[in-house]
Each structure stands twice: as structure tokens, then as C-alpha cells.
């Protein structure tokens, strides 16, 4: 199994940047590919980032050029460094387990809550 457990939220003004944390661990875990999710309140849970194993990134339109998606595999831990934040940002964000997805396991994290307010 996959166990994926997401750290670094919180409570910033406009402007300003956080580094979310998602370590992995479990058997299943082998530097999979992990994405970054995200749901704000009333709306649907949403993509932000994928990495893979290799490294091949991918970015929804609306964080590129503001966040990076990164891996230390060392640490079994993805990185997502959210700079420039908005209103918009606000969310619980999720980390989640493209590669064991595709194996049938569907493994989540608790969420991390990102409030941007003034």
C-alpha cells in the first residue's frame, strides 16, 4: 500500500509563498509519480501539478510560472512551492498517488488547508 502525508499549509497574506510537503511511504511506494491536487470550498477537486518518476512535470494553467513541482527521492517527499499566492489559491490541497492509481490502489493524503487572505 501507498501512505502519502501532505505538511506546510497555512494562513498568508497576497503576494506572499509556501512549500507544501507530501512524503510517501508504504510498499507499493517506489518514487511513483505523484500529483498535487486541490479543492476549494464548493468547487470540485481540481489538478495543480503532476511529477513523474522520471521528472517530466506538468502544470495546470492557472499556477504555471507561480509554483514548482519538485522530488527528493532521497526523502521519499514531493515538493510543491507555491509562490505569488492569491485569493484563488485557498484550498485543502491534496497529494496523490498517480502510480499506484493505475494498480488499482487509490492513495490520498489528508490535505493540507492554504488560506490566502489579507
Known amino acids: ?3 502519502l502525508e501532505e ?3 497555512g494562513l498568508v497574506k497576497p ?3 509556501l512549500r507544501l510537503s507530501c512524503l510517501a511511504s508504504g510498499s507499493m511506494y517506489r518514487n511513483n509519480a505523484i500529483g498535487w491536487y486541490r479543492q476549494a470550498p464548493g468547487k470540485q477537486r481540481e489538478i495543480v501539478a503532476t511529477i513523474t518518476r522520471s521528472g517530466s512535470i506538468h ?3 492557472s499556477v504555471k510560472g507561480r509554483f514548482t513541482i519538485s522530488r527528493d527521492d532521497a526523502k521519499s ?3 510543491l512551492q507555491m509562490n505569488n499566492l492569491g ?3 485557498t484550498a485543502v490541497y491534496y ?3 498517480l502510480t499506484a492509481s493505475i494498480l488499482g490502489v487509490d492513495a490520498w493524503g489528508q490535505g493540507t488547508q492554504v488560506t490566502v487572505s489579507a
Open 59 to 61: 502544470y495546470a494553467d
Open 7 to 9: 505538511s506546510g499549509g
Open 95 to 97: 497529494c496523490h498517488d
Open 15 to 17: 503576494g506572499e509563498s
Open 87 to 89: 485569493s484563488n489559491d
Open 1 to 3: 500500500q501507498v501512505q
Open 77 to 79: 517527499t514531493v515538493y
